[in-house]
Nanobody
């Protein structure tokens, strides 16, 4: 019932910036927590940032001060502004959104397909 479309990944030089977007469409009552995860080759998927419906945010220590997560509830979209990028930020980035379903009014997680971010030295 829900579709997530990610965009904004690509190749960038060290020190550069990218903005990732994840837009939701479909049938749901509301969206709770929105989050971004990333997974580099040979590593486990890790939480990068999350934002609650009330606007409270949390960040991984490795991106604190460089990345900013935000949301536009009118557009059902979450963003990740990534500044001062480092080669170690290279990974596939996935959005993860908590949806309140229409029929049973439960919280259900949906994952984006992922967008590749590559930061060169």
């Amino acid at each position: 019932q829900v579709q997530l479309v990610e965009s904004g990944g690509g190749l960038v030089q060290s020190g550069g910036s990218l903005r990732l977007s994840c837009a939701a469409s479909g049938t749901f009552l509301s969206i709770g927590v929105m989050a971004w995860y990333r997974q580099a080759p040979g590593k486990e998927r890790e939480l990068v940032a999350k934002i609650t419906s009330g606007g409270n945010t949390n960040y991984a220590d490795s991106v604190k001060g460089r990345f900013t997560i935000s949301r536009d509830n009118a557009k059902n979209t979450v963003y990740l502004q990534m500044n001062s990028l480092k080669p170690e930020d290279s990974a596939v980035y996935y959005c993860n959104l908590d949806f309140i379903t229409v029929w049973d009014r439960r919280v259900v997680d949906y994952w984006g397909k992922g967008t590749l971010v590559t930061v060169s030295s």
